[in-house]
């Protein structure tokens, strides 16, 4: 029997209309257009302002663009995997609820959360379902509505994030393409820099919580641009070092979309060209668990069978890592 390798093959993505722009978050904080854009790349992200829509909103809509770009039949999908910082609610399942309401009728579903490295920890899972030989069809979603937790009186947070979900389906494949290596890390070191303090089991929800406004992201930005900095560049050329891939041959980097200058820094350790290097910061911002998945369906026309994309990421608590991986098709 083949050796099953686990590839992509669909890709589908979602944000919401509403812009959050430079020019109007000046008029929220002390900040201005020409900071924020030096500093993080960032121009605009969009936010999802209807009342009483949350991540699975955005899981849903993403979802729904892969299965019609992709012709697919929900009902064959076998696995939901939602990763996400920001589930609907503690306890309910998000990514169950998403499955029921695509249509993914004979999936089981659960939740992953790495922080901004979610996507990046479930592209390992799924790829480990699909290479076991009992599952075809994973899909794997990357969804946040990163504005149910970031204070818009807060500069060094609220300029960095937006909302935005994207999805794609990983199935078998014996040509060889699809997920070929993994390095993923984590240290516990970062859990006092980037965070939320109240709503967990060790501080509940309280009064004096809301009042503190503890239910806010709080995060050390120098601190966690070091580490992100370090670990994002360290895991790439691993991973390239220990496949023999060179500048030439890598075709794409995915890079986690959390400032310009770590993607920039990371590009730079792995001596790539500008142009193999894919950026859409300054549209969304950083959507935490979307921003990979974003990525590959906003740039898929880019995409060749057998390419290889090195995906990196960083997140908080610190999570971090690289995968590589082989396209595995053509889009028509």
């Given at each position: 029997m083949s050796t099953i390798t686990a590839a992509i093959t669909a890709v589908g993505g979602y944000v919401p209309d509403f812009v959050l722009s430079n020019q109007v978050l000046e008029t929220l904080v002390d900040t201005n257009d020409e900071w924020i854009t030096t500093r993080t790349g960032i121009k605009e992200r969009r936010l999802l302002k209807e009342s009483g829509k949350g991540t699975s909103y955005l899981a849903i809509k993403a979802a729904q663009d892969l299965i019609k770009r992709g012709n697919i039949n929900p009902a064959e999908i076998d696995l939901v995997i939602m990763a996400t910082a920001t589930p609907d609610m503690p306890v309910a399942t998000t990514g169950v609820?998403?499955?029921?309401?695509?249509?993914?009728?004979?999936?089981?579903?659960?939740?992953?959360?790495?922080?901004?490295?979610?996507?990046?920890?479930?592209?390992?899972?799924?790829?480990?379902?699909?290479?076991?030989?009992?599952?075809?069809?994973?899909?794997?979603?990357?969804?946040?509505?990163?504005?149910?937790?970031?204070?818009?009186?807060?500069r060094a947070t609220c300029i960095i994030f937006g909302d935005g979900a994207g999805a794609v389906l990983f199935e078998p494949n014996y040509e060889g393409l699809g997920l070929q290596d993994e390095f993923l890390r984590s240290d516990g070191i970062g859990r006092e820099y980037l965070k939320i303090d109240a709503g967990g089991s060790i501080m509940p929800a309280s009064k004096e919580t809301v009042e503190n406004r503890q239910h806010f992201v709080f995060q050390d930005g120098k601190t966690v641009y070091k580490y992100a900095v370090s670990g994002m560049a360290d895991v790439s050329e691993k991973i390239m070092q220990r496949n023999n891939l060179t500048k030439d041959n890598v075709d794409w980097l995915i890079a986690h979309q959390a400032n310009k200058r770590i993607i920039d820094a990371t590009a730079s350790r792995m001596d790539l060209d500008e142009e193999k290097v894919l950026v859409n910061i300054h549209k969304y911002g950083n959507t935490t668990s979307g921003t990979l998945p974003l990525l590959l369906s906003?740039?898929?026309?880019?995409?060749k069978k057998g390419d290889n994309l090195i995906f990196a990421a960083f997140g908080g608590g610190f999570t971090w890592g690289s995968i590589y991986l082989k396209w595995a098709y053509n889009k028509q």
């Open positions: 609820y998403v499955a029921t309401q695509i249509g993914a009728v004979n999936a089981f579903a659960y939740d992953l959360s790495a922080a901004c490295s979610s996507f990046l920890y479930g592209m390992s899972a799924a790829a480990a379902y699909i290479q076991t030989g009992r599952y075809k069809k994973v899909l794997l979603i990357g969804a946040d509505k990163m504005s149910s937790i970031i204070d818009y009186t807060d906003d740039f898929e026309d880019k995409f």
